[in-house]
């Protein structure tokens, strides 16, 4: 089989933010930041993307980690490789949605390279972890010469490929918000096979209810790889709104959700099958991140 080589280039691994920046100041279009490189050398190789000079962040300390607050919720730094996540306990235990999206995405051994950063600001439309952040309301804090700004999750993305980051934009850390009482979520992913796929559609539902353990108190809906950026599903959030949760009204939420979404034919799936699985898959994420809370209310716990 012909394998292609990377084209050459000049490798750079700056100790700090500040020399990162001085890389990409002094090489502007030519320079790259690269994290687990499990998206990029693929790029590279592929000659989808010419880079001349490669910085890697993971000679920066601090980028990586993941710490958990009570009040602060939790922090995850943007060079945190998904397999770290996929093994910490507290996204297990209290980011149930977010454990969704890791458990299926790729192999092992491209979460043990890849990075939460790297899924974010590689844009995809069919980004796994992209949805469930958008569904808890997650934001990220940006680092360039001008400072430091924080940006919700769900406004990061331009198009697809295509994210708001400036040229000097490092993305340093995730900011979940912590667990509120009587929440919960579900991410669904649909593949063709159950490992190593892409997303065909994805759908994350993050729902507050209120003390009764029935009635919604608050919906978040994110659907991914059914339009040119991960979106929320607005409409189908408000149907639930107020109401108590059951499957009849699931399957309403999931109506509306299909109507809000603009899916393209692919090869991987028709526009048709994609708009009908979104209803599908919002009803069944509702009413598992509904299970979810009654499951974890009976024994006095948080998660989300
Ligand atoms: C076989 C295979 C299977 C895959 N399966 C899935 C899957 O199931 N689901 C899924 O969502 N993805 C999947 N991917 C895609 C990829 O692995 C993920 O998107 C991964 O999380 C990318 O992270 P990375 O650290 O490798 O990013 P990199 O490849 O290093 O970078 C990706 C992009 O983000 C930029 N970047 C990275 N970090 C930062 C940062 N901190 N600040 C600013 N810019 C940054 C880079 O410049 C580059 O443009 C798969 C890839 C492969 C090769």
């Not at 790029?43 to 920066?60: Q, S, T, W």
């Amino acid at each position: 089989m012909f394998i292609k080589r990377v084209p050459q280039f000049e490798y750079h691994v700056p100790a700090s933010l500040g020399g990162a920046h001085q890389l990409l100041s002094r090489y502007g279009r030519q320079a790259r930041l690269m994290a687990g490189g499990t998206d990029l050398l693929g790029a590279m190789k592929r000659r989808d993307m010419v880079v001349g000079h490669l910085i890697n962040l993971k000679g920066i300390k601090g980028l990586e980690g993941i710490d958990f607050h009570e009040t602060a919720g939790l922090k995850i730094g943007g060079l945190t490789r998904l397999g770290d996540l996929e093994r910490s306990a507290v996204v297990r235990d209290k980011y149930a949605i977010l454990m969704d999206a890791l458990d299926v995405m790729a192999s092992p051994q491209i979460r043990n390279l890849a990075t939460i950063g790297g899924n974010l600001c590689g844009a995809v439309p069919s980004a796994d972890t992209a949805p469930p952040l958008i569904a808890l309301r997650a934001s990220v804090v940006l680092y360039g010469h001008s400072g430091q700004r924080t940006v919700l999750v769900e406004n990061l993305f331009k198009g697809p490929g295509e994210s708001i980051l400036g040229p000097d934009e490092i993305l340093t850390r995730i900011i979940i918000p912590p667990p509120a009482e009587f929440s919960g979520g579900a991410y669904i992913k649909l593949m063709t096979r159950n490992a190593m796929e892409l997303a065909i559609v994805g759908v994350a539902v993050h729902l507050s209810l209120d003390k009764d353990g029935k009635t919604c108190r608050q919906a978040t809906i994110a659907l991914g790889a059914v339009g040119p950026t991960p979106l929320r599903a607005l409409q189908a959030e408000k149907v639930l709104g107020n109401r108590a949760i059951h499957e009849e009204l699931a399957k309403e939420a999931g109506k509306a959700a299909s109507r809000e979404a603009n899916p393209i034919s692919n090869i991987r799936a028709t526009k048709e099958y994609r708009t009908e699985m979104i209803g599908v898959l919002t009803a069944r994420a509702v009413m598992k991140a509904y299970e979810r809370i009654r499951k974890n209310r009976t024994k006095g716990g948080q998660r989300t």
